[in-house]
């Protein structure tokens, strides 16, 4: 190969290093924040439901800096919207029997007293 070829590869090596850096601090970075606005309305309920759909969109906006089409992630975005949809149901019917059974064993042991 002649130099010309090597300053090449060398300067195509630093790029992917450079942007492999970038990808890393920002899945970094969605991780933090999304864990810190999900750790301050987890007790606010109220407002998790919006909550919940800007992180989204903060994810969805993230694709801008790589240059990356909404229909490249379609799928994903499919199966995230089905498979978070049931957890998220499940989840609030399971919270849901849990406190009713923990106030009707709560109203038992009352009586007994």
Do not use: Y
Not at 49 to 55: A, D, K, M, N, S
Not at 87 to 102: K, N, P, S, Y
């Amino acid at each position: 190969m002649s130099k010309l070829h090597w300053k090449e590869a060398i300067n195509c090596c630093e790029f992917m290093r450079k942007k492999f850096i970038l990808s890393v601090l920002n899945i970094v970075t969605l991780c933090i924040v999304i864990s810190a606005v999900s750790i301050f309305f987890v007790n606010n309920s109220r407002w998790i439901g919006l909550v919940l759909i800007i992180l989204s969109l903060l994810c969805i906006v993230s694709l801008i800096p790589f240059k990356i089409k909404l229909r490249s992630v379609q799928p994903d975005i499919i199966f995230g919207l089905i498979d978070n949809g049931i957890l998220a149901v499940m989840a609030i019917f399971g919270g849901h029997f849990r406190r009713c059974r923990w106030q009707c064993c709560n109203r038992r042991h009352r009586r007994d007293i």
